[in-house]
C-alpha cells in the first residue's frame, strides 16, 4: 500500500472500489461526479496503480463545475493531488507515459469545454514536466511556454486557478525533487 495522499479525500476503511463508482453517474459530470472521481483516484494510488489514479484525477479535473461550486472549499481542483502523486511514484516507469499523454490531450481533445480541458491538460503537462523532465515529448505538438499556460487557465478557467497552479508549481517539494 501506497501512503495516503494528504490532497485527496480519505478512504472509507477497507474500501474496495471500482470502476462502476464513476459509471453509476452517467453523463453527469456534477461535484457528485468529482468527488467520486478524487476518491476512486485515491483508492487506485493506494492499490499501486498511479498511472491509473492520475486517469481518475484527470476524470475529476474535467469535470463540469462552477467555480463556486461548494465541493471546491474541501476539495480544490487537483493539480497538487496530481503532483504528489507523479512525485511520490517510486519510478519513472508508468502505464504509459502521463507526460506524453497530458501533451496529447491538451493537442487533441474535442467536444464540450474543449479551451479549458486542453488548458487543464496543458497545467499537468506542465506539472509532469517539472518533476519528471526526462520523460519523452512528442515533439510534433507545439508546447506552451509557462506563461501561456497561466494565460489560458486565466482565460478558460477558474476565477484564481491559474494561482492555484502556480502555487503546485511553485512548490517547494516539486522544486527538490526535479530530475
Known amino acids: 500500500m501506497h501512503p495516503l495522499c494528504p490532497y485527496l479525500p480519505p478512504l472509507p476503511?477497507?474500501?474496495?472500489?471500482?470502476?462502476?463508482?464513476?459509471?453509476?453517474?452517467?453523463?453527469?459530470?456534477?461535484?457528485?461526479?468529482?468527488?467520486?472521481?478524487?476518491?476512486?483516484?485515491?483508492?487506485?494510488?493506494?492499490?499501486?496503480?498511479?498511472?491509473?489514479?492520475?486517469?481518475?484525477?484527470?476524470?475529476?479535473?474535467?469535470?463540469?463545475?462552477?467555480?463556486?461550486?461548494?465541493?471546491?472549499?474541501?476539495?480544490?481542483?487537483?493539480?497538487?493531488?496530481?503532483?504528489?502523486?507523479?512525485?511520490?511514484?517510486?519510478?519513472?516507469?508508468?502505464?504509459?507515459?502521463?507526460?506524453?499523454?497530458y501533451q496529447h490531450q491538451a493537442c487533441r481533445l474535442r467536444g464540450p469545454r474543449r479551451e479549458l480541458r486542453s488548458a487543464r491538460a496543458w497545467a499537468v503537462w506542465a506539472i509532469v514536466s517539472s518533476i519528471r523532465p526526462h520523460l519523452p515529448l512528442d515533439p510534433t505538438c507545439p508546447m506552451p511556454s509557462l506563461e501561456d499556460i497561466e494565460t489560458l487557465l486565466g482565460e478558460h478557467g477558474h476565477p484564481q486557478e491559474a494561482a492555484i497552479w502556480q502555487s503546485v508549481m511553485g512548490n517547494e517539494d516539486i522544486k527538490t525533487l526535479r530530475h
Open 13 to 101: 476503511i477497507d474500501a474496495k472500489l471500482d470502476h462502476s463508482l464513476l459509471a453509476r453517474h452517467g453523463e453527469n459530470r456534477d461535484a457528485a461526479f468529482y468527488f467520486d472521481a478524487l476518491l476512486y483516484g485515491h483508492f487506485l494510488w493506494q492499490q499501486g496503480h498511479a498511472g491509473r489514479a492520475l486517469l481518475a484525477l484527470t476524470r475529476a479535473l474535467y469535470a463540469d463545475l462552477s467555480p463556486a461550486d461548494p465541493i471546491l472549499e474541501h476539495w480544490p481542483l487537483p493539480y497538487r493531488a496530481m503532483a504528489w502523486i507523479i512525485e511520490h511514484h517510486s519510478s519513472d516507469d508508468f502505464p504509459g507515459n502521463p507526460r506524453l499523454s
